[in-house]
């Protein structure tokens, strides 16, 4: 579609708009998602591309410790890693953590402190992702227009059951630092890591917009299909 468009709009950009679709928001193989990701090395997890570790790191909690703010940081060992069974390995979260010298320094001081054990994903945050993945059935099912105007007999419509979602399941933890996930994930790299579709368009120097969700009034789609299906049922 990109080829098609610089041929028939020479010098232009393109706008190019999308739905909150569930393949509409899916990732490249290498990108930084932590869900693709173990705790421990080596195993069934993904090779990801290399971080930069953010500036905004906490400093070193002692002078004698190393500043790691700014360095590039492979997501794999080395293939010349002393220990045969990890090289060329993918770190998992752990490692990758550790490596991060400050970063690991205040998390494990904090849940000694506290008391409390180093997990690699916590239980309110374990609840953060039942929600997502609840929510995600919720906007497929809207997304393929089967509720109608009124729910099926015994189902909940959208609504009523992102409403009863809500009351069950707690909102996520205000916690930065209550499990390795959770800290991972919140890396300005992990936290910015763009879709692959965008990140294929605005490489090709073209800007990509998402609607919001359950703002069909908004997609030019669903008002083309909204009129199809009156005209096709006067």
């Known amino acids: 579609m990109i080829k098609v468009f610089e041929y028939t709009h020479p010098g232009c950009i393109g706008v190019f708009v999308f739905d909150r679709s569930s ?10 998602n932590v869900n693709s990701m173990n705790l421990n090395p080596g195993g069934k997890q993904k090779k990801l591309r290399d971080m930069i570790i953010p500036w905004n790191n906490p400093d070193p909690a ?11 940081q492979c997501m794999c060992f080395p293939e010349d890693h002393e220990n045969p069974q990890l090289r060329g390995q993918p770190k998992g979260i752990k490692a990758v953590l550790e490596e991060q010298k ?34 995600h059935r919720v906007a497929e ?7 109608g105007d009124t729910p099926p007999p015994g189902e909940m419509s959208p ?11 707690p909102p996520t933890t205000v916690d930065e ?21 965008q990140s294929i368009i605005e490489e090709a120097g073209h800007v990509c917009l998402f609607l919001l969700h359950f703002h069909c ?13 009156h005209r096709a049922f006067i």
Not at 178 to 196: A, I
Request: aromatic share 8%.
């Open 159 to 169: 609504t009523e059951e992102t409403t009863a979602l809500e009351d069950e399941v």
């Open 177 to 197: 630092w209550c499990c390795m996930y959770r800290v991972l994930s919140l890396q300005e790299d992990f936290r910015t890591e763009k879709p692959m579709i």
């Open 102 to 135: 400050s970063v690991w320094s205040k998390y494990s001081r904090i849940h000694k402190e506290c008391g409390t054990k180093e997990v690699k994903k916590c239980a309110q945050c374990t609840k953060s992702q039942v929600r997502k993945d609840a929510e």
């Open 217 to 229: 009034k908004l997609n030019a789609i669903e008002l083309l299909w909204g009129y199809a299906k």
């Open 141 to 147: 099912a809207a997304d393929m227009e089967q509720w």
């Open 62 to 72: 002692h002078a004698d410790e190393e500043d790691t703010c700014g360095k590039v």
């Open 23 to 32: 393949a509409h928001g899916g990732f490249a193989e290498d990108a930084l």
